[in-house]
């Protein structure tokens, strides 16, 4: 079990908490948090060492897209790239109430 910490900056404030996906085989939760203006806060737990450099590339691309200021809980269980983009961008959706509710 490996925890990875990361932040980027980030300027767009989400409205509420949100909580997506779960930390089961090939998934990953996401527990966002709104946070202090000015920064992302990115707290990693996977089950799988060794990958620091996928995720901070995945994770800049993330946040250059989308600047929530937030605070952000990865729990990690072999996701690929792909479906941690998905679970961030369903987070950010929740968040921001644009999720569809």
Same mark, same amino acid.
Request: aromatic share 6%; proline share 6%; hydrophobic share 40%.
């Given at each position: 079990?490996?925890? &990875?910490? #990361?932040? #980027? $900056?980030?300027?767009? $404030? $989400? /409205? =509420? ?8 085989? @090939? *998934? ?5 948090? $709104?946070?202090?203006?000015? +920064? /992302?806060?990115? =707290? +990693?737990?996977?089950? +799988? *060492?060794?990958? *620091? ?8 691309? #993330? #946040?250059?897209?989308? =600047?929530?200021?937030? @605070?952000?809980?990865?729990? *990690?269980?072999? /996701?690929?790239?792909?479906? +941690?983009? &998905? =679970? ?7 968040? &921001? ?5």
């Amino acid at each position: 079990m490996q925890t &990875l910490n #990361f932040e #980027f $900056p980030a300027d767009r $404030p $989400p /409205a =509420r908490r949100a909580h997506v996906g779960v930390a089961g085989s @090939g *998934d990953l939760e996401v527990l966002m948090t $709104p946070g202090p203006a000015g +920064v /992302a806060r990115v =707290r +990693v737990r996977t089950s +799988v *060492d060794g990958f *620091d450099t996928v995720w901070r590339v995945v994770l800049e691309r #993330f #946040f250059a897209r989308h =600047r929530v200021a937030a @605070g952000f809980e990865l729990n *990690d269980s072999g /996701a690929t790239p792909g479906v +941690v983009t &998905l =679970r961030l961008r369903q987070a950010v959706e929740e968040s &921001l109430g644009e999720g569809g509710e």
